[in-house]
């Protein structure tokens, strides 16, 4: 039997892995990557809750957070193609209109 | 054998995450991601949560992922570039979340009970946890569904308009303006 707090700090290590690419990443699309893999490491902290504590509501959340996750890539695709469209680019540097 | 297959599975899961940071090609980081999700569906195997399983698989790794690669494809993305801004970023970014990974292991791993005055993982669920039936705890998709169209019917609900309002802001901004 695996402990709760293996697969918690798995789901930490996965977020932490998310942070870095968000940060660091000057990809647009590796960016949104990241956020993925951030969303993932909280879908594996809800279901460890849920077998841990023997309440389905923390399959019921990821089921939600997936909805909005694949809502949230349709939308962030679609404005990353019609940013490419006018920039030219994909490089978040390079994107700077509202930069002072 | 459940350990085994847990560790097997983590460092899999923990490679794969590490390669897309790694990689420099978005494509190559999609598909570490990919493997990264596959992973993680054996790990919710393992916790008994079948359905999420299988939607981890289908709509994670499959729809989603899919409209990735196809987006990476239509742009023809290439090889990202280093730029002098990412420089502060590498500086001090690395160190501090180096810190907060280690912080939320210790946390993990010690059960907060060295923090004074800190309420124990889960709290108030504990008492009542082991008095429901263990028939009604498996995730099976008959449980899952029946606790998603009763309990949670109205966020089911407001979820079908957040998908209808999504689906209308992805067609309006990847139009094409008419000039």
Redesign the interface.
Same mark, same amino acid.
């Given at each position: 039997?695996?402990p709760?707090?293996?697969? !918690?700090?798995?789901g930490?290590?996965? %977020?932490?892995?998310? &942070? *870095?690419?968000f940060?660091?990443?000057?990809?647009l699309? +590796?960016i949104?990557?990241?956020i993925?893999?951030m969303l993932?490491g909280v879908?594996?902290s809800f279901?460890?809750?849920?077998?841990?504590?023997?309440? !389905?509501?923390g399959?019921?959340f990821? %089921?939600?957070v997936? &909805? *909005?996750?694949?809502?949230?890539?349709?939308?962030g695709? +679609?404005?990353?193609?019609?940013v490419?469209?006018t920039r030219e680019t994909?490089?978040v540097?390079k994107v700077n209109l509202l930069k002072l | 054998m459940q350990q085994l297959l847990f560790f097997l599975f983590a460092a899999i899961c923990v490679a794969g995450a590490i390669n897309l940071l790694a990689q420099r090609h978005p494509i190559s980081s999609a598909l570490s991601l990919i493997v990264v999700m596959g992973s993680l569906a054996v790990i919710y195997l393992l916790l008994g949560a079948e359905f999420v399983a299988a939607i981890q698989l289908i709509v994670y790794a499959g729809a989603i992922m899919v409209l990735f690669v196809f987006v990476i494809m239509l742009l023809n993305a290439g090889e990202e570039e280093r730029t002098p801004g990412s420089r502060v970023a590498w500086l001090f970014g690395y160190p501090a979340v180096a810190i907060l990974a280690g912080l939320l292991t210790w946390v993990f791993l010690h059960g907060g009970r060295q923090v004074a005055g800190a309420v124990p993982l889960g709290g108030p669920l504990a008492a009542s946890a082991g008095s429901l039936e263990s028939a009604a705890d498996a995730g099976t998709a008959v449980n899952i569904g029946r606790l998603l169209f009763h309990d949670f019917l109205l966020p089911f609900e407001v979820t079908s308009v957040l998908v209808l309002i999504a689906i209308m802001g992805a067609v309006v901004l990847a139009r094409r303006g008419e000039e």
């Open positions: 039997m695996v709760l707090s293996y697969y !918690l700090v798995l930490a290590v996965l %977020f932490s892995c998310g &942070v *870095v690419g940060l660091f990443k000057r990809n699309i +590796a949104f990557l990241s993925e893999l993932n879908n594996l279901v460890a809750f849920a077998a841990h504590w023997h309440r !389905l509501s399959q019921v990821v %089921f939600f997936m &909805v *909005v996750a694949a809502a949230e890539a349709a939308v695709l +679609a404005i990353i193609i019609a490419y469209r994909l490089n540097d | -």
